[in-house]
């Protein structure tokens, strides 16, 4: 971290309890994706004594990647104290560190939850078509199952599209490729991946 940043840390000092600056790093950890709306910036500056937003922002700034450390690094509750080099106040180390300590558990647990989790991918099937077309080229039609592991109920979907002849061959070729590496790195069977053609009539 810019050590720059932490001049601003003796800023918290104004607030007016521990709960205060606990508020604080709560409401940030809650914006994390859209960022503090004005009414939270205006109660933040109020708990802070501040007269004005430019000595707001470093700040927040500072605050964050304090948090983000704790949350999506590997930092044992132990090692916290020691993101903040000796020109922090030891009160505000022992401040920051408690509360930091104390969410620590439970903003990791929302982080795994904000982690987009994509479909698995169980089996392809395609068709082609235009075939006797001399004026078109062939397009082949791609049916793809896909499972959503995360949903309690039947995840399955199906997704349609259509691609060129030569880019199926391509897509395929590479397809199978991956398939025969992973055969031979010996995956199980959980890790097939069906390909099937559907003829036309």
């Known amino acids: ?8 840390l003796p800023l918290l000092v104004r607030s007016n309890s521990k709960d205060s600056v606990e508020y604080i790093l709560q409401a940030l950890w809650r914006t994390r994706k859209t960022g503090l709306d004005a009414a939270d910036r205006d109660i933040i500056r109020e708990m802070l004594q ?5 000595d707001l922002d470093p700040l927040l700034v500072c605050l964050r990647m304090l948090i983000r450390r704790c949350v999506y690094e590997n930092i044992s509750k132990d090692e916290i104290q020691k993101l903040f080099p000796h020109e922090v106040l030891p009160e505000l180390q022992r401040l920051l560190t408690l509360l930091l300590q104390k969410f620590q558990r439970e ?4 982080a795994l939850k904000d982690q ?4 698995r991918l169980k089996a392809m099937t395609w068709n082609m078509a235009n075939q006797n077309t001399e004026s078109t080229d062939p397009v082949a039609v791609i049916n793809l199952k896909l499972q959503d592991d995360t ?6 979907s199906d ?3 259509q691609l060129a002849k030569d880019t199926l061959e391509t897509m395929l070729n590479s397809m199978y490729f991956i398939r025969d590496q992973m ?3 010996g ?3 959980n890790g097939h991946l069906q390909v099937q053609e559907t003829s036309t009539t």
């Open 1 to 8: 971290m810019d050590h720059t940043l932490w001049g601003h």
């Open 50 to 54: 501040l007269q004005n937003e430019t």
């Open 107 to 110: 903003w990791r647990d929302d």
């Open 116 to 119: 987009v989790t994509l479909p």
């Open 151 to 156: 949903q309690s109920l039947s995840g399955e």
């Open 159 to 161: 997704v349609k599209f």
């Open 183 to 185: 055969s031979n790195m």
């Open 187 to 189: 995956e199980t069977s």
